[in-house]
């Protein structure tokens, strides 16, 4: 069976434009992945050249046209600036599953953009791809993410133990789920 492609939406919310990434992003996207701070609790360690970015967004790519996932580079409206990314990988049109993850940089923290990107890019997925299981990772560390994934009415469903090794260092993740029938669809209505 030929891989069908699936193409990277465009979404907007009250503060945030979410949108396929472009070459012109490697740089913003560098700065975010090289920041040790940024990727503390992250499950590999920073970038150190820029090679990385251009690869990234060449993977978002390719997801795209092999139609496994969704990566979406995130913009403020206010001011237009990039302050992440959130994406939907590793999608099984079989068992109607995907897994969630995001990153933003540290400016960009405690003003609700994590929550308010996923439930976009969630409701898309949920429409759109007829989901009926996300799952996403956190560490244990990682209370801020735990909120938000909370906040999204994902489950914890239990601990993946001593799962990450990043410069040596060992830590734990918690593994949520959301399932479709828990989602609250808060009768938004689609964009089109």
Known sequence: M????????TLHTAGLRLRPFTDADADALFALHSSA????????PPWSERARAERFIAACRQMAEEGTGARLAMDRVSDGAFIGWCGLTRWNPLYRSASLGYCLEDAAW???YATEAARALLQWAFDTLDLNRVQAETD???LASARVLEKLGF???GTLREDCVVNGEVSDSWV?????REWPSSGSVPAR
């Open 2 to 9: 030929a891989p069908m492609s699936l193409p990277t939406p």
């Open 37 to 44: 701070y940024v990727l503390r609790y992250w499950d590999a």
């Open 110 to 112: 405690g003003h609700g």
């Open 140 to 142: 244990t560390r990682n």
């Open 155 to 157: 489950a914890r469903e």
């Open 176 to 180: 949520y789920g959301l399932i479709r």
